[in-house]
């Protein structure tokens, strides 16, 4: 029994109808608990068929068979006076069986040049798909880098707004919608040595493609402060931190309002949360 590389390379004279009756019995006998091997063949079937058309048509030559008539002739009319052939002249028989064997090995080389060009062609189709499975994971791998990369800094920031909750230095700040939104509420969180600060919002509207909220500081007598810009998911959540301005940390308005995408150097949008003024 031959082994699965042997069948394997059997595959591309079997693609041809190339191979002998008892080794095309083998090879399907084989294909029949082969997967892999009926997958390879149906490539190379297909490879032989593009092939196929790209082949050039080509005539038989209308004066090789005037030209055997003719020796054929001339050899009859020599037997019929009985005289000899001569040395120089090939007989017919033996012509015939040169001819023969010069035309089986053109087939065969032909045969084994398909055979390559058809094995190129799978190799190359080959390499495409492994080319684009590549491609897709490393897709993949950039796609889970960035998860990985987002999930770090939502750690970080949880861990920063921890840290803020459980400090003894911290205050907090509740801020309450108004009635652009009403169901919206946050908290500030910051410290007042460091100036640390994290607002958690809650309930916001989602805020059109090109505006975004942002962070306003107000200390009492003086004007307002910009603080960060944002957006928020869904259900109205986000996770802001920030760096509240010495002047801010006592006495002051904290409030979110609705501006351009990139900010605005003072507020000019709807006031949508805002903490009480003292």
Not at 136 to 160: C, F, K, M, P, Y
Request: glycine letters at 6%; hydrophobic letters at 45%.
């Amino acid at each position: 029994m031959m082994e699965h590389q042997e069948y394997q390379e059997l595959m591309a004279l079997h693609a041809l109808d190339a191979l002998e009756a008892s080794d095309a019995r083998a090879v399907d006998a084989h294909l029949e608990a082969c997967a892999r091997c009926r997958a390879e063949l149906i490539e190379l079937k297909d490879a032989a068929g593009l092939l196929a058309y790209g082949a050039t048509p080509a005539e038989p030559r209308t004066e090789l068979r005037a030209q055997i008539l003719r020796s054929i002739r001339a050899a009859a009319d020599e037997d019929r006076r009985g005289s000899r052939i001569s040395a120089q002249v090939v007989p017919l028989s033996d012509w015939r069986q040169s001819r023969a064997w010069t035309t089986g090995l053109r087939i065969a080389a032909s045969i084994a040049i398909v055979a390559l060009l058809i094995g190129i062609v799978v190799l190359w189709r080959r390499a495409l798909r492994l080319q684009r499975e590549v491609a897709d994971l490393s897709g993949q791998v950039d796609t889970q880098q960035l998860d990985l990369a987002r999930n770090r800094d939502i750690l970080a920031r949880e861990r920063e707004a921890l840290a803020l909750l459980t400090s003894p230095e911290a205050k907090r700040m509740e801020l309450t919608g108004t009635t652009a939104a009403q169901n919206a509420r946050a908290t500030l969180v910051f410290d007042k040595q460091t100036g640390r600060a994290m607002l958690l919002t809650e309930g916001l509207p989602a805020a059109p493609p090109d505006k975004a909220y942002e962070v306003w500081f107000i200390p009492k007598g003086h004007s307002p402060m910009a603080g960060k810009v944002f957006t928020v998911d869904a259900s109205g959540r986000a996770m802001v931190s920030d760096q509240m301005p010495p002047e801010a940390r006592d006495n002051s308005v904290i409030a979110i309002t609705l501006e351009p995408k990139r900010g605005s150097a003072a507020p000019t949008g709807a006031i949508y949360l805002s903490s009480p003024s003292s």
